[in-house]
């Protein structure tokens, strides 16, 4: 007798626990879920970066059209977009770790602390630029010997360069028919290289 009654009070237990797993999931999974893939969404419109970032980094928007007169503005005529570039591979670490990036500056910005013109704290990392251009180190000749070459500079001097070092995105100095590579700031960076590795005999 007493068995049978404890029957339906387990089981309406047991569906009281679902119910609160299926509520938590629900706050803690979905919501968080879906705040971050409209996040994620918004942060697909150069716009929508333009929004918060005034003088000078809103110039890098408004330098999308027409004529490209820097790297990132001319990779927003081969539909590449701010947030390619400012986010590393995948979902998962890229658009997540820029999304809480994004978050500590919504809330510096919403807070009021926010510095203008933002300041450059976390580089950016070679692996954002090889999601597209993985061809580059592998075209083994020498005029591609700087970029074949770049990961062994970096394994044996902290200080090496990075594709961001010569590929300057947003300066305006560089040389269109050079790939916007300013050619001094290039030359040097090429010499660093070949004080680290030397240049052979
Ligand atoms: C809600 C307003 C807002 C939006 C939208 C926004 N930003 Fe920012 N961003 C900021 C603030 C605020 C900072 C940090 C300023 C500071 O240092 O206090 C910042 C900093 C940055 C930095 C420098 C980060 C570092 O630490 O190196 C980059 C790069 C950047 N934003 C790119 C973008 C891109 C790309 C987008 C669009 C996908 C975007 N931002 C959208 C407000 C915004
Ligand atoms: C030492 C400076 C330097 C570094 C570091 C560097 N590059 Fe380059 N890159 C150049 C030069 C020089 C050119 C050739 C420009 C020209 O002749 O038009 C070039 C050309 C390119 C091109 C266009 C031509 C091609 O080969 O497709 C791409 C794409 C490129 N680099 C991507 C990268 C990426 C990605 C990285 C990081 C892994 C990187 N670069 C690091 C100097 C550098
Ligand atoms: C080709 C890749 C590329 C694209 C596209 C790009 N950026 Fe950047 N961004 C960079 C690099 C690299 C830096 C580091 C500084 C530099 O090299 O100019 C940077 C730096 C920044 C910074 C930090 C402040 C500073 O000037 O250093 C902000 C803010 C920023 N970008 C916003 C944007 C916005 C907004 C867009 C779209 C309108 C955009 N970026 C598109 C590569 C890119
Ligand atoms: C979403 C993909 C994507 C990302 C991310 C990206 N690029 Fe590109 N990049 C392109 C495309 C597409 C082109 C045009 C290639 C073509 O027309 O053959 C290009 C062209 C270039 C060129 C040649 C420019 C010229 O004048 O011919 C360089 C240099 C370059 N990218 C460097 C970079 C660097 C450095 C980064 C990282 C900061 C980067 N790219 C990130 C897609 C990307
Ligand atoms: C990542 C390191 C690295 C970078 C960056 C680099 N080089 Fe080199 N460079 C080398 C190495 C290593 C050699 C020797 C190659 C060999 O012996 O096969 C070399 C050799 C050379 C040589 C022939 C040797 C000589 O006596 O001068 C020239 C020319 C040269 N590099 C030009 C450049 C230019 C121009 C740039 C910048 C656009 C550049 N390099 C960037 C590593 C680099």
Redesign the pocket.
């Given at each position: 007798m007493t068995a049978r009654s404890a029957k339906p009070v387990k089981k309406s237990r047991r569906k009281l626990v679902v119910a609160l797993v299926v509520l938590l999931s629900l706050v803690f999974v979905v919501l968080p879920a879906a705040t971050a893939a409209t996040a994620m969404q918004f942060e697909n419109h150069?716009d929508f970066?333009?929004s918060c970032?005034s003088q000078?980094?809103?110039t890098?928007?408004q330098?999308?059209a027409p004529a490209s007169t820097?790297?990132?503005?001319?990779?927003?005529t081969k539909d590449?977009?701010?947030?390619?570039?400012?986010s590393g591979p995948g979902l998962v670490p890229g658009r997540i770790s820029a999304l809480t990036m994004g978050a500590k500056d919504l809330l510096a910005w919403v807070s009021g602390t926010a510095r203008q013109?933002?300041?450059?704290t976390r580089?950016?990392d070679d692996t954002?630029?090889l999601k597209c251009h993985q061809q580059v180190t592998q075209q083994r000749d020498f005029n591609n010997h700087f970029h074949v070459f770049l990961a062994r500079w970096q394994s044996v001097d902290k200080n090496a360069a990075t594709?961001?070092?010569c590929?300057?995105?947003?300066?305006t100095d560089g040389e269109a028919q050079l790939a916007f590579l300013n050619r001094e700031h290039t030359v040097s960076i090429c010499q660093s290289c070949h004080q680290a590795l030397g240049k052979g005999e």
């Open positions: 150069d970066c333009a970032h000078p980094e809103d890098y928007f330098r999308e820097d790297l990132a503005s001319f990779h927003s590449a977009r701010c947030i390619d570039c400012h013109p933002a300041v450059h580089p950016i954002n630029c594709c961001a070092s590929h300057q995105s947003h300066h």
